[in-house]
């Protein structure tokens, strides 16, 4: 067991080198580069710059080098820790990405925690109780859930709060606390707001998580080890839980591994309605204006995420599953 | 003496959106304390279902319509198990500790994530007043050095490793010892075999018969042994019951059952055995015809389709089972008059 984490650590390094080289393809791709998305910024808003100042500029950035040479570049600084700097914001990447990434993770994990404790219950209960009135309520809520795109249920969410109750539930903090330095009051405001974004962000996946569990669970009670456990005479709730439902959960452990990147970037156009200070629009935002290390850099967390995320679910699926822990 | 069982014309149905399926239709029988009880009869015949029933088993959307299920508790009390709630405490205090299961498939009815060891001691703790004396506690220390007497008593070898094991990492053999040993964990009064040795091949069936033999004589528990082999009724049973269509055409001692079969079904059966003496190169006896489609049952007597002796009654009323010869119990008019009322 050890030995295959080892393993699979140590190939992790050559598979960041190879998504850092397709991320450097793709954020390189749009025609121009960040200066001539600046210049247009600039003259849009009907200011205008030199082509000579221009040419400094792109000297200065080293966006007349050739791609390759850029790109070791990119690859020499990151080795160094060096995330490299914002074109847009003139300020490191790595305390852009920083600020943002402490309550990214927080939210995600938050809506992660909460689509687990909803689905998982819920699943167990369709599965348990089929073609009963609340299986059935819970099919509809369900079909709902994964038929709405979640930033249409923000939308809606916020129109009816600020309709109705003349609340606004944009943003992760009361407007007092956004840029108020940490308290317990802060943590507390924050925990007060975040369960909006949260249930926004977790809604489809819950649905999907408990259909899946129910079509699980419900595969895994006709099994005969369950009419073996009935006959020994063990309560029925006792039972299920000991048994199928230890069984059904094994495929929706190996569904961490995506589930992780995806909050992370399935925020992006949430984050964006909902106005939250989140990585998403900072990723939207250096994607448009071709802020490619600020891009590049976000694009690597994300890449690693998958990398972690998967090697974590499979980790965890051997823990529970003896049939994976003894082979391998 | 008081049968340990007596089942009493059993119902069971099943409603599914095609129509009823009335899979245990009017069943009787007796289990006779520590005695070895066959059920023998094609699939679908409803042997399975009887033994469900018994133990309120019967997966939705089946259910017991009528009959009484009278089963004897150690403590001399008669309980009607049809009656009982299948999730109640009684039920459950019935299930594993007075009557076990010994199931068809070995290797799908442990589960493949818990040790086969931990899933006996589970049952003796659930029933660890079976084992308590002088009113000491059972502990899990105890339920684990029990399970570890009960391997060496079904003949598993090495069974202080066996018992870490999972189900997948013994063979076939082994893992019938292993369910063998979770069946008399409790001291049941009675064991269910369910086609125990179906699942597995020849040689260590003969061993599984063997033992189960064994294990009767030793601790004189009762066994219903549900088979379509009717070698292993032979070689196990002291009385049968046949079987068809969730029916009881014919019920006896094992030997009258094999030298004076009185139902033409139970006749067909036997000639059906290949022998070892038979010709090479020569179809094997079959009984003609197929089984009825279970929404598409025959009126009257269920076999007479298939029967060589049918008689103009036999699509008109239905036999009722009576005896016919010294100890047999037949439903055929071929023996007596007397159809079911209707």
Redesign the interface.
């Known amino acids: 067991m050890t030995r295959y984490i080892a393993q699979r650590l140590l190939i992790l390094p050559f598979l960041m080198v190879i998504y850092s080289f397709v991320i450097f393809v793709i954020i390189q791709a749009p025609p121009g580069d960040f200066l001539t998305a600046y210049v247009a910024t600039l003259a849009s808003s009907g200011s205008s710059i030199s082509a000579d100042q221009i040419a400094a500029l792109r000297h200065q950035y080293g966006l007349d080098q050739s791609f390759v040479v850029q790109y070791f570049l990119w690859m020499q600084n990151l080795f160094h820790g060096d995330f490299g700097l914002s074109l847009e914001y003139q300020r490191p990447n790595a305390d852009l990405i920083g600020e943002q990434l402490g309550l990214t993770v927080a939210l995600a994990l938050f809506s992660f925690v909460l689509t687990w404790a909803i689905a998982v219950p819920a699943g167990i209960y369709s599965a348990t109780h089929p073609r009963s009135l609340i299986d059935h309520t819970l099919t509809v809520i369900n079909y709902v859930g994964v038929a709405t795109p979640n930033f249409m249920l923000a939308l809606m969410l916020m129109w009816g709060a600020f309709a109705y109750f003349d609340i606004n539930v944009t943003g992760l903090f009361s407007p007092e606390f956004v840029d108020a330095p940490w308290s317990f009051a802060r943590v507390g405001d924050l925990l007060f707001h975040i369960w909006l974004p949260g249930l926004v962000l977790g809604i489809a996946g819950t649905a999907r998580l408990s259909r899946i569990m129910r079509a699980n669970l419900l595969d895994e009670l ?4 369950v ?10 709730w006792r039972l299920v839980l000991r ?1 199928p439902v ?2 059904a959960f094994n495929p929706l452990v190996s569904t961490i591994g995506w589930y992780l990147p995806a909050l992370f970037s399935g925020s992006l156009i949430v984050a964006t309605v909902m106005n939250l200070p989140n990585i998403g629009p900072l990723l939207l935002r250096a994607l448009i204006n071709q802020d490619m290390y600020l891009a590049g850099g976000i694009l690597l967390i994300y890449s690693f995420l998958t990398i972690v995320g998967t090697l974590l679910s499979d980790v965890l699926l051997a823990l ?4 994976i822990r ?1 082979e391998s | 003496m008081t049968p340990l069982l007596s089942v009493r014309d059993l119902r069971v149905s099943f409603q599914l959106d095609e129509g009823v399926v009335r899979a245990v239709d009017g069943t009787s029988f007796d289990v006779q304390p520590g005695q070895v009880l066959g059920i023998v009869g094609e699939s679908g015949c409803g042997k399975s279902v009887t033994m469900k029933a018994i ?1 309120q ?1 019967v ?1 939705r959307p089946g259910q017991i319509d009528t009959g009484e299920i009278s089963f004897a508790r150690p403590n001399g009390e008669i309980v009607d198990l049809a009656k009982l709630s299948p ?1 109640g405490a009684t ?7 007075e009557i ?2 010994i ?3 070995p290797m ?7 040790t086969v060891g931990d ?1 006996i001691i ?2 003796i703790l ?2 660890s007043h079976r084992w308590e004396q002088d009113g000491r506690k059972i502990t899990r220390r105890d339920a684990r050095d029990i399970t570890v007497g009960l391997f060496r008593d079904v003949g598993i070898s090495m069974p202080e490793q066996r018992v870490d094991a ?1 189900s ?2 013994l063979s076939g053999g082994l893992r019938q010892r292993a ?1 063998i040993a ?1 069946a008399l964990s409790c001291k049941p009064r009675l064991l269910i075999a369910d086609e125990p040795t179906t699942a597995i091949d020849v040689t260590t069936q003969a061993q599984v018969l063997a033992l189960l033999r064994d294990l009767q004589a030793k601790y004189n528990t009762a066994i219903i042994f549900i088979t379509h082999d009717l070698g292993v009724i032979a070689q196990m049973a002291s009385y049968v019951v046949v079987m068809y269509l969730g029916k009881v055409m014919e019920q006896g001692p094992v030997d009258a059952i094999f030298h004076s079969p009185k139902h033409p079904y139970t006749r067909a059966l036997l000639r059906s055995i290949p022998s070892m003496y038979g010709q090479t190169r020569v179809a094997l006896p079959v009984i003609s015809g197929a089984l009825p489609h279970p929404f598409n049952r025959p009126p009257g007597c269920p076999f007479h389709p298939r029967c060589p002796d049918v008689m103009a009654v036999c699509s008109v009323g239905v036999p009722r089972l009576l005896p016919a010869g010294d100890d047999q119990l037949a439903s055929c008019f071929l023996h007596h008059t007397a159809a079911e009322p209707v």
Not at chain 1, 227 to 236: H, I, L, N
Not at chain 2, 91 to 97: H, L, T, V
Request: without cysteine.
């Open positions: 006709n099994k005969p080890y009419v073996t456990a009935r006959a020994k005479g063990m309560r029925e048994y230890r069984l529970i599953d003896p049939r003894v | 133990l088993l997966d999730r039920m459950r205090e019935i299930r594993g500790g076990a299961l199931p068809q498939e799908a009815s442990f589960s493949p994530v818990h899933q589970e049952a659930l029933h999972y997948w990492q369910m979770m």
